[in-house]
């Protein structure tokens, strides 16, 4: 029997509820001594001085760290998308963003480096800086095409001129920050050249290269664990401050220094996601056929590393035209370096895209399900290649039966209770899927149990207990005879949890250790081994357009009268190959649309325009959507194969958030017959004017 497919509660649930999961800064060491990070106050600029003096002499105060006496590091040394300077920390005076760690203090419990943090007198050189992000700012540059090129076939301009419709909107999306559960930590020491750290990260393998780059050392001498991982989001794909600056400082000490940020260091130090401008232009015939999509995005980046928030995939996947455009565009500022965050790129492009498909239903006075349905395309509209499996469909007339659509009155406003009013809306979406470079290997031992090891990590998805189910099924034994090893670079080449690609990628892997195990096997008794780098199958040009879809249907109460935005009822339907646990995916894509819905009503990253900071960078300013925000949320999943998967498996991290904000919007519209074009979907945004009763004396004369 089939362990893959079965609904299973997660192998290490027991050890989190109970308190006993250790994550990177509960780790127990004797010797312990504790880092605390000194921030920049200032936006751009140069580190005049720090004046350490008073500092050195507070209780327990080990040493200071700063661009003067810490290590040197490999200027070479980048991440995902190139080489990444944010990653030289402490190596010179260059202040690039407020928030930018400038020195570690060192002691023997946390209260007594925080308390020597706030005695450091640093004085900075400040210069201009700029934060002020929109489309058309000067420094704005073509981003790079790394994941592919942009789209431009068709005539864009002569078939919008010829369409009988036309929707040409403008749509924002803040800065964001990933906000896990876990704030980032480290917890590292030395010995013999060998460095070894517990770290909060999401790909410890990923984290022990860029380690080991950095200190010029072979990365068999870097070993990164991450047991336990408290979320990450995107916000701990890379190698974070916090295991760098411990690593530093366990060197120049000679003892384990652990780092455990504050919520606010994670803010202002980690990364966020970038804020987005987009353009979308669509074109119709008057029964509603796309003539042409143009969809230019502008994010901002650092000038330190490169990113790409790769809003403009889904404009080359979701719907046939004769003409579509992509433009995206980097603009450098003054900010925290972005990284990837619950669904890059397709999130705040779906808000975008999806909006203006819903505006576009309006025009045509058409129902939106019905405007999708008439636009799908057979091929993918921009590479030419066969789709390899797209439910989309399914998920959309599966969703709409089980929301009630059909009975829905398309025109806005028409639906009230008391004060409030109330809609619903509809958004689709698509995430890239696909595999990359993972290897595994596996133990048959003496008692008939299996060792499988991967460096694959659990940032609270339930990788674990999804890749003991894969693993049983390759070797044909039940999961009792499964013992699973992950989360430590020490176990191989593994790809990390993101990207919506760690399961399938780790599951890819395992099946062919499994493979070649019962091939060495035979009919052998005694152990065996497998170990097996798989490097196949990684293709960003396949010969089949391979994505996940879903469908996200949201109904909202507004209270015109406050501006609030209840959401009531959010279903989504999803394709995403075979699912591996229905249990633990039915509650990772509930989370994902729980993140979309706190993406539209509540999250944005305030920067003073003076000061360049973060104004709310902390849990009390920064707001997410909280128990009370959440409603009836519904999940489930069509039935779906992957065919260029050998497991069927598609990836589901991400697709759960991509088309929930638009969803969200488009309700909001049709409860309130107002666009809301900018997230969040703020009360003071949302908000109507009350109906001015007009007594007697009106001063202009009229009545
Ligand atoms: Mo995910 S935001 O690709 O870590």
């Not at 040394?77 to 260059?94: R, T, V």
């Not at 499996?389 to 959309?396: A, E, G, K, T």
């Not at 949201?554 to 501006?563: I, K, L, S, W, Y």
């Not at 309130?672 to 003071?684: A, E, K, S």
Request: hydrophobic share 40%; with cysteine.
């Amino acid at each position: 029997m089939s362990t893959v497919g079965a609904p299973r509660p997660r192998i290490e649930g027991r050890l989190k509820v109970a308190g006993a999961a250790r994550y990177a800064s509960d780790v127990p060491m004797p010797d312990l001594a504790h880092g605390w990070m000194v921030t920049a106050t200032i936006a751009k600029g140069r580190i005049r001085d720090i004046d350490a003096a008073t500092a050195l002499g507070m209780p327990g105060v080990l040493g200071v760290l700063d661009h003067r006496n810490a290590p040197r590091l490999n200027p070479r040394a980048g991440n995902y998308f190139g080489p990444d300077g944010s990653l030289q920390l402490l190596q010179d005076d260059m202040i690039p963003y407020a928030g930018r760690p400038i020195a570690l203090v060192v002691a023997e419990t946390p209260e007594q480096a925080r308390a020597a943090a706030a005695a450091l007198r640093v004085t900075c050189d400040a210069e201009p800086h700029d934060v002020d992000f929109h489309l058309g700012h000067p420094a704005a540059r073509p981003a790079s095409t790394a994941f592919g090129p942009e789209a431009d076939t068709g005539d864009v301009d002569a078939e919008l001129a010829a369409a009988a419709v036309v929707v040409d909107e403008r749509y924002r999306t803040p800065e964001e920050s990933h906000c896990a559960l876990e704030p980032h930590a480290a917890t590292v020491w030395w010995a013999d050249g060998h460095v070894y750290a517990m770290d909060s990260n999401q790909g410890a393998f990923s984290v022990s290269e860029v380690l080991s780059t950095l200190w010029s050392i072979d990365r068999e001498r870097v070993h990164i664990r991450a047991e336990h991982v408290g979320g990450g989001f995107g916000g701990k794909s890379a190698c974070g401050p916090q295991v760098i600056l411990a690593s530093m400082a366990a060197e120049r000490f000679g003892r384990p220094v652990r780092i455990a940020m504050t919520r606010a260091q994670v803010f202002e130090a980690t990364a966020s996601r970038p804020p987005t401008e987009q353009l979308v232009r669509l074109g119709a015939d008057a029964d509603g056929r796309l003539r042409a999509i143009h969809h230019r995005a502008a994010y901002a980046l650092s000038p330190l590393a490169e990113y790409i928030e790769w809003c403009t995939e889904q404009a080359k996947i979701l719907y046939a035209a004769p003409a579509i455009r992509t433009q995206l565009t980097a603009v450098p500022l003054d900010i925290l370096p972005p990284a990837s965050m619950r669904g890059p790129g397709a999130t705040p492009g779906s808000f975008a895209l999806e909006s203006a498909i819903d505006e576009l239903a309006e025009r045509l006075e058409m129902d939106p399900l019905e405007l999708r349905l008439r636009n799908q395309p057979a091929a993918a509209p921009v590479s030419g290649l066969p789709f390899s499996s797209r439910r989309l469909v399914s998920c959309l007339r599966e969703g709409a039966r089980r929301f009630g659509w059909p009975a829905r009155d398309r025109r806005p406003r028409s639906r009230r209770e008391g004060p409030l009013l109330i809609g619903s809306g509809l958004a689709t979406t698509s995430f890239s899927a696909g595999v990359f470079p993972s290897s595994a290997s596996i133990t048959a031992e003496k008692d008939e149990t299996f060792t499988v090891s991967i460096g694959a990590s659990d940032i609270g998805t339930g990788a674990r207990t999804a890749l003991t189910a894969v693993a049983a099924d390759a070797l044909g034994v039940g999961t009792e005879q499964i013992r699973i090893r992950i989360g430590d670079s020490d176990l191989g080449m593994a790809w990390g949890a993101g990207g919506s690609r760690g399961t399938t990628s780790w599951s890819f892997a395992i099946l062919e250790a499994a493979k070649k195990l019962r091939e060495n096997l035979g009919d052998s008794v005694r152990p065996v081994t497998a170990t097996v780098d798989t490097t196949a199958m990684i293709n960003f040009q396949p010969d089949r357009e391979r994505q996940t879809y879903s469908a996200v249907f949201a109904e909202a109460a507004v209270d015109p009268a406050t501006g609030e935005v209840r959401v009531r009822r959010l279903l989504g339907m999803f394709a995403v190959g075979r699912v591996i646990n229905p249990l633990l995916a039915r509650s990772q894509v509930i989370g994902g649309m729980i993140m979309g819905l706190s993406m539209a009503l509540h999250e944005e990253c305030l920067r003073d325009p003076r000061t360049g900071r973060q104004a709310n960078g902390d849990f009390a300013g920064y707001h997410f959507a909280a128990h009370a925000d959440v409603p009836d949320v519904e999940a489930d999943f069509v039935p779906d194969y992957e065919p260029q998967d050998p497991s069927g498996f598609n990836g589901l991290g991400e697709i759960g958030t991509a088309g929930t904000a638009a969803a969200i919007a488009n309700a909001v519209w049709h409860a309130t017959g107002t666009r809301q074009r900018i997230l969040p979907i703020r009360l003071d945004r949302v908000l109507e004017p009350a109906t001015t009763v007009d007594v007697a004396g009106d001063l202009d004369g009229g009545g």
